[in-house]
């Protein structure tokens, strides 16, 4: 087992140095355990009634970021629900048949073009959390607003979205401010035609961020629309 272990990482060692310049692979992974206790009191007329329960979670991820060229790189993510993490329960999980949960799937896996006066990327690609997404997020899911400054955009997306985005830096000098714009389908819809072609275009997702910084100082501006 040893001999194999050492003849696999020996090749990865030769495939590696043995990239062109200006190529490179790097593997990453991530794992976390929480012990999760939740408490409640419900108070309802006259009568109240509590409950306490306690889980074991799990939250994983192995990802691969690859650069091609100074201008293309990739990147791609496996993992679970990062942001949550998973419940543990053996009766539901773990026994072989029947293993639900915990399962992977891309939280990531996109392509990008960086020439240095645009930036490119298309697929599953990377949304950081803000204000706006975190309504934007529960609204999705849950159909209505409530609840968004409990639950914030990492849980319900692990901070990306299928999609693409474009971007240009305006400025790069001492007040740096660029332009991003994405976009993502929220709802495929079917077209069908009758007598008459009857419309019911895809609900499309726009997003514009507006990063701008000065002396240490930094703000982005963000817009979200979801016209029809």
């Known amino acids: 087992m040893f001999k194999t272990l050492s003849t696999v990482l020996l090749s990865a060692v030769t495939v590696f140095s043995a990239l062109p310049e200006g ?15 939740e408490f409640t009191n419900k108070n309802l007329s006259e009568e109240a009634s509590s409950m306490g329960n306690y889980y074991n979670t ?6 691969l970021k690859a650069v091609l060229n100074e201008q293309v790189s990739a ?7 990062w942001g949550s993490t998973e419940k543990i329960d053996a009766s539901a999980y773990n026994y072989t048949g029947i293993r639900k949960a915990l399962a992977p ?3 990531l896996a ?5 020439p240095g006066y645009l930036h490119i990327e298309a697929g599953i690609i ?9 309504i934007l997020g529960v609204s999705l899911t849950k159909g209505n607003y409530q609840l968004s400054s409990h639950i914030p955009w990492l849980a319900n997306t692990n901070n990306s979205m299928q999609g693409f985005r474009i971007g240009a830096p305006i400025s790069k000098g001492n007040f740096k401010f660029g332009v991003d714009l994405m976009t993502s389908i929220i709802k ?21 961020d507006f990063p701008m910084s000065i002396a240490g100082l930094s703000l982005t501006p963000q817009f979200i629309a979801i016209p029809f």
């Open 126 to 134: 990377p949304v950081k959390g803000t204000s706006v997404t975190d």
């Open 75 to 81: 990147q791609f993510e496996l993992g679970n629900d």
């Open 58 to 63: 799990i939250g994983y991820k192995i990802g």
């Open 105 to 107: 799937f891309f939280s």
């Open 110 to 114: 996109y392509v990008k073009w960086d």
């Open 188 to 208: 495929q819809r079917t077209e069908t035609v009758k007598e008459e072609f009857a419309s019911n275009n895809n609900s499309i997702m726009i997003m514009a």
């Open 23 to 37: 190529m490179s692979f790097t593997p990453y992974g991530m794992a976390q355990y929480r012990f999760r206790y």
